[in-house]
């Protein structure tokens, strides 16, 4: 347990002592302190523009952040052969991977809460009314993506490289946020062998739209039904347990 905590708190450490953080954190505070002086002219709808840009800016930084930080950890100690004094300590490869995971998770969630933080105090501040348990469900399907997102890029890192660990987590999420709603079309609509096919791949990928409240938060729809939300968050600790148990498997047997 020692070395899982010791691990997870260096990968914080280093969230703080780079400059990414930093960066994107004062990036999205002028932007939004941008468009919220727009409101002084009255043009109408600029709340909502303010609540689906806001919004969208918080989810791609801290997906920007989750992914590079987490996709250099494995590696990144390969590489500088720092996994040998950890592995021959008392810490088998599976907590190895799990610690990486957990690590990934905490950062994308130091993230996340202070980018969602300045977006909902900015809205609060614009005099903009938001439904508390609606924002209490972003918050926690936030937290649940950042999950998803971690597991994922702790897979693919066991047997890709960094740069292409990066560019596929990216290619999957922009192509299920867009396409996933066609995909999901042309599953229903397709027979026999294609829709067997087309199936496996649809119900295989990554759901990151299953997470995705841009649009409840933009219009202030009304909150997700709680039985939605339990079945994401099932979802969710399935698919993350796959995706771990898998990449523990695949680096057990990894020659380093």
Known sequence: MRAVVAIVRGMVLELFRRKDFYVFLIFML???????????FHIEGISRYMR???????????????????????????EARTIYPLLAKPISRFT??????????????????????SFIL??????????????AQSFFLGMLFFCMVCSMVVFFSVFMTMSANIAVSFL????????????????ISAKGFVAAMLGTFYYLLPHFDFFDM??????????LAGWVVAAITVYTAVYCLLLLYLAAMIFRRKKL
């Open 122 to 135: 900015f809205c609060l501040g614009e005099g903009q009314k938001l439904s508390p348990v609606l924002v």
């Open 214 to 223: 841009r649009i409840r938060i933009t219009h202030a729809w009304d909150p």
């Open 30 to 40: 002028v932007l939004l302190g941008i468009l919220s002086s727009q409101t002084f």
């Open 52 to 78: 689906d840009f806001g919004y969208t800016l918080v989810m791609l930084f801290s997906f920007i952040l989750a992914v590079t930080f987490t996709a250099k950890q494995v590696p990144s100690e390969i």
């Open 172 to 187: 999957l999420y922009f192509y299920v946020i867009n396409f996933s709603g066609p995909l999901r079309d042309a599953v």
């Open 96 to 117: 190895f991977i799990f610690s990486k995971f957990f690590g990934g998770v905490a950062i994308s969630v130091i993230s996340f809460v202070l980018f969602f933080a």
